[in-house]
C-alpha cells in the first residue's frame, strides 16, 4: 500500500518512518516498532522460516510488546511515491522478479496448522506469497541494487501468479497513468515478460493481465474496507485508483 501515515503510535519515543499506509513505524535504533495484529504471530513465525532457509534482507521478528511488534531495521533505502527512476530499469525489475522467486521457494514447506494470515489464503496455494510485493516494500542500496524486502503483513497461503502479477501491475507499471519517469505501456509486455522470465515462471501476458485484473479487484475491497476501519479517506481514493487501473487492463485483455 501507499500513501501517507494517520498517527497511531506516540512519535517521541523514535523516529517516524515514510511511506506506511497502513501502519506507523517507528526506528529505535537498529529496530522498528509497528502496531501488530491477530496475524503477528504466524508472520514472526514466517519470517523465522524465511531466514532459516536462507533469505536475507528481510526483517528478523523481534517479538511483540503489548500491541506492538518490534522488527530488526532493514538497513537499505524502501522508496516513497512518487517512485524514483531506478525502481523502473530493466535490472530492478529483474532483481525483483528472482527475489519474488527466492522468497516464493523458500516458503516451500511452512506449516500451516494453527496459521493466522490478515489476508484470504488463496488457490492453488502454491507458497506463501509476500501479497504487497511492489517497489514501495523493496529495499535498494546506494547503487538502487534490490536488497531485500519488508512489510509482510498481508503474507498467506497462494499463487506464485498472484504476487507476480501484482508486482508487474507496480513495477512494469500497469496502468493507464503511467509515472513521468517509468516506461509507457507501449513496453509493457516486453517487461511482463522479462520479468516472467526472470523469475522462471511459465505464465503468459494473457494469464498476468487476467491475475492483476482479479488483483486489482480485491485490492480495491481491502483499501475500502482499511479505509473504514482506520478512518482514512486516502485508502477510499486508492481504491479508486487501483478500480480505474483494473477497468483499463480489461480493455487490454479484451
Ligand atoms: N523492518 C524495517 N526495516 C527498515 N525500514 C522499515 C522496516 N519496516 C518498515 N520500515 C519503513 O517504514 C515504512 C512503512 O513501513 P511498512 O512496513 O511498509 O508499513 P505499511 O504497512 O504501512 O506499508 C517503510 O516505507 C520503510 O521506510
Ligand atoms: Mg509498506
Redesign the pocket.
Known amino acids: 500500500?501507499d500513501g501517507d501515515?494517520s498517527a497511531v503510535l506516540p512519535a517521541d519515543e523514535g523516529t517516524v518512518?515514510?511511506?506506511?499506509?497502513?501502519?506507523t513505524?517507528v526506528?529505535q535504533g537498529d529496530s522498528?516498532l509497528?502496531v501488530a495484529g491477530r496475524w503477528t504471530p504466524t508472520v514472526h513465525r514466517y519470517l523465522d522460516y524465511l531466514a532459516r532457509a536462507g533469505v536475507h534482507g528481510i526483517?528478523r521478528p523481534l517479538g511483540i510488546e503489548g500491541d506492538r511488534e518490534r522488527?530488526?531495521?532493514?538497513?537499505a533505502d524502501?522508496p516513497?511515491y512518487p517512485l524514483p527512476d531506478h525502481v523502473f530499469t530493466d535490472d530492478a525489475l529483474v532483481e525483483g522478479a528472482r527475489l519474488l522467486r527466492r522468497l516464493h521457494d523458500a516458503s516451500i514447506g511452512f506449516g500451516l496448522d494453527g496459521a493466522v494470515w490478515q489476508a484470504p489464503a488463496k488457490v492453488p496455494s502454491e507458497v506463501i506469497c509476500h501479497n504487497?510485493f511492489s517497489p514501495?516494500?523493496l529495499?535498494y542500496d546506494a547503487a538502487g541494487h534490490i536488497v531485500g524486502a519488508?512489510?509482510f503483513?498481508f503474507a498467506s497461503p497462494g499463487p506464485r501468479l498472484w504476487d507476480l502479477a501484482y508486482y508487474a501491475t507496480r513495477a512494469v507499471p500497469l496502468t493507464d497513468r503511467t509515472p513521468p519517469n517509468a516506461p509507457d505501456m507501449a513496453d509493457a509486455e516486453r517487461r511482463v515478460r522479462l520479468l516472467l522470465d526472470a523469475y522462471g515462471s511459465e505464465a503468459t501476458w494473457a494469464d498476468v493481465l487476467r491475475v492483476a485484473i482479479i488483483r486489482l479487484h480485491d485490492l480495491a475491497e481491502m483499501s475500502r474496507d482499511k479505509a473504514v476501519e482506520l478512518g482514512n479517506p486516502r485508502l477510499a481514493d486508492d481504491a479508486d485508483g487501483y478500480e480505474r487501473e483494473a477497468a483499463y487492463l480489461a480493455t487490454l485483455r479484451d
Request: zero cysteines.
Open positions: 500500500m501515515v518512518l515514510a511511506g506506511g499506509n497502513m501502519n513505524v526506528r522498528v509497528r526483517p522488527l530488526s531495521f532493514v538497513d524502501v516513497v504487497d514501495h516494500n529495499a519488508i512489510d503483513d
